[in-house]
């Protein structure tokens, strides 16, 4: 019962301008790769059409061959997003890797889709993916401060293992926030991308 009331709480509006507010600047910095990225990808289109050119032009069809398929999209956009967040807990490197390429090929989609088809192609389910995607970086990073906490009490000795965990508990519900909130932006953007986004394109396409 004590869980379940803990669980709620995640969702009430003074936790959530807390756990943004005690987390903002790994936010920021997660905000700061992607964008980072996507004007590389944007900018440097055709060095990375050279390099992967397989891989960026897959990033071009999707729009063209975009699933209806709601199961198919958000498991595999939870599967990311839930690798990103876990992986914070080896350090964050492959999480900072997923994201880069992440940034990379929206902005290279962006540079070589027309704007109108990329505008409603990717608009309407990115305004809630990208945002989970950042989240779950964020997340990743708060795994990996976390992690780095624990290493300390270990190898410190000034604190015991035990004292430490119980000090930095929060950050674990924080994760745990992490995920729900990610599962619940994916599970609208998997509906919007699988409904309205081929019905926009369609009419865009005529």
């Given at each position: 019962?004590?869980?379940?009331?803990?669980?709620?709480?995640?969702?009430?509006?003074?936790?959530?301008?807390?756990?943004?507010?005690?987390?903002?600047?790994?936010?920021?910095i997660?905000?700061?790769?992607?964008?980072?990225?996507?004007?590389?990808?944007?900018?440097?289109?055709?060095?990375?059409?050279?390099?992967?050119?397989?891989?960026?032009?897959?990033?071009?069809?999707?729009?063209?061959?975009?699933?209806?398929?709601?199961?198919?999209?958000?498991?595999?956009?939870?599967?990311?997003d839930?690798?990103?967040?876990?992986?914070?807990?080896?350090?964050?490197?492959?999480?900072?890797?997923?994201?880069?390429?992440?940034?990379?090929?929206?902005?290279?989609?962006?540079?070589?889709?027309?704007?109108?088809?990329?505008?409603?192609?990717?608009?309407?389910?990115?305004?809630?993916?990208?945002?989970?995607?950042?989240?779950?970086?964020?997340?990743?990073?708060?795994?990996?401060?976390?992690?780095?906490?624990?290493?300390?009490?270990?190898i410190?000795?000034?604190?015991?293992?035990?004292?430490?965990?119980?000090?930095?508990?929060?950050?674990?519900?924080?994760?745990?926030?992490?995920?729900?909130?990610?599962?619940?932006?994916l599970?609208?953007?998997?509906?919007?991308?699988?409904?309205?986004?081929?019905?926009?394109?369609?009419?865009?396409?005529?």
């Amino acid at each position: 019962k004590k869980i379940l009331l803990n669980l709620k709480e995640i969702f009430t509006i003074d936790y959530i301008k807390s756990y943004i507010s005690r987390n903002a600047n790994y936010f920021i910095i997660s905000i700061i790769i992607f964008l980072i990225s996507a004007l590389l990808g944007f900018y440097f289109n055709n060095y990375f059409n050279n390099i992967l050119p397989d891989h960026f032009r897959m990033a071009t069809s999707i729009i063209d061959e975009i699933s209806v398929n709601f199961r198919d999209i958000f498991i595999h956009n939870i599967f990311i997003d839930l690798s990103v967040v876990f992986n914070g807990f080896l350090f964050s490197i492959d999480s900072i890797i997923t994201t880069v390429l992440n940034g990379v090929l929206l902005g290279y989609a962006f540079s070589r889709v027309n704007t109108i088809l990329f505008v409603v192609g990717i608009t309407p389910h990115g305004i809630f993916e990208i945002p989970s995607s950042i989240i779950a970086m964020g997340g990743s990073l708060i795994a990996t401060r976390w992690e780095i906490h624990m290493l300390n009490s270990i190898i410190s000795k000034k604190h015991t293992f035990r004292e430490e965990f119980k000090k930095y508990k929060y950050m674990l519900k924080d994760i745990l926030a992490t995920v729900i909130y990610v599962f619940i932006l994916l599970i609208i953007a998997a509906a919007i991308e699988s409904t309205i986004t081929p019905l926009l394109l369609s009419i865009v396409s005529v």
